[in-house]
């Protein structure tokens, strides 16, 4: 698993469905996108995700309050849903659950999934549980809705259309350095027999936003309304699951072209810098393979950027060009970089 990585064994495994797929031609998009596309009447779209967090895998509970992770949950699948320019409306939600939990535990992880799914309007609608041997494991499917002329795909974008990116990049992964940096500090304690909280507190409210941006993301809904406000379409989107440069790639493969970002206007937040010089790490490197992002990635035609252009949560970072070209980062030296050669987040690899 870990030589054809998460990639690979999707290619694997879509191979396989491709046989069932047939039986079911409502069904426009099954797996390649960042969601399937289920045609069920004329205008309405369903588009249907899934995705699952495995303790110790995506998440320690020693860093982790439940309340953010059950939010985090309904947050990763929403994301998903807003990468097709659609709006969530129910999940399904199946937890395997350690004999160690109590019944409080379990009850502060929904309260989290429901605060959330009360923000992104969306209805949980049901699911499944089961004792788990190990970890904690949930998994979340998710249903969402979009009319035909506002679906958007990984494959709409042509050559020569504007990069565009929501927010800022690298915060996630700076959150999630300063979590396991503090990790280890609170093991030390433990073992010493120090006490942990008094230093904790005072040193982790100067990383507040980091942080948060590690344990509690955000879904990019609220773009996917600006779009829908505008009448805009993007011609294609991704969301940023994996990093940048990973995603990138996935958008370009899918869309059959290559692209030129600029390295000085990928938006780094001055915090992340600081934090990427604290802990002798690069910001530019978390921005580009840093997991859990969950911005929105997308192309739109150059003529349509006065729709865009007043909006502060978007940035231009580079522009689509013709698949011989590849996909590069032009540094702030000039130098052209081919991102093929930086690999992203993969869980199988770790
Ligand atoms: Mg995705």
Not at 174 to 188: F, S, T, Y
Request: charged share 20%; hydrophobic share 40%.
């Amino acid at each position: 698993m870990s030589e054809i990585g998460e990639f690979g064994l999707i290619d694997k495994i879509a191979a396989l469905a491709e046989p069932t797929l047939s039986a079911v031609p409502e069904l426009l998009t099954g797996i390649g996108d960042d969601c399937a596309i289920y045609c069920p009447s004329a205008e309405l779209l369903q588009v249907a995700t899934t995705d699952m967090l495995v303790d110790q895998v995506h998440f320690d509970l020693l860093t982790t309050p439940l309340r953010h992770l059950g939010s985090k949950a309904i947050s990763v699948n929403v994301s998903d849903i807003c990468a097709m320019n659609a709006l969530p409306r129910y999940a399904l939600i199946s937890l395997a659950i350690p004999a160690s939990f109590s019944v409080a535990m379990v009850e502060e992880l929904y309260l989290g999934m429901s605060l959330a799914a009360k923000e992104y309007g969306l209805a949980i609608a049901g699911g499944d549980s089961s004792s788990s041997r190990s970890g904690l494991v949930i998994s979340i499917s998710m249903i969402g809705e979009v009319s035909e002329k506002e679906l958007t795909r990984r494959s709409g974008a042509g050559p020569g259309e504007l990069l565009c990116i929501t927010g800022s990049l690298g915060g996630a992964a700076a959150g999630l350095k300063l979590l396991m940096r503090e990790k280890e500090i609170m093991l030390n304690h433990i073992e010493n027999n120090e006490s942990y909280q008094r230093s904790v507190m005072a040193d982790l409210m100067e990383y507040r936003e980091a942080i948060q941006r590690q344990l509690l993301p955000l879904a990019r809904i609220d773009i996917v309304r600006f779009f829908h406000s505008r009448a805009l379409r993007p011609s294609s989107m991704i969301d940023i699951s994996d990093g940048l440069s990973s995603d990138l790639q996935h958008l370009c493969r899918q869309s059959g072209v290559g692209a030129l970002i600029d390295e000085g206007r990928i938006p780094i937040q001055s915090s992340t810098r600081l934090i990427a010089d604290e802990l002798q790490d690069d910001a530019l490197t978390w921005a580009l393979t840093g997991g859990e992002e969950y911005q929105l990635l997308f192309t739109i035609p150059r003529e349509e950027y006065p729709a865009i252009a007043d909006n502060k949560e978007i940035a231009v970072i580079g522009e689509t060009t013709d698949a011989k070209e590849g996909v590069l980062l032009s540094d702030i030296y000039g130098m052209k970089i081919d991102l093929s050669s930086i690999r992203g987040f993969d869980h199988f690899s770790r």
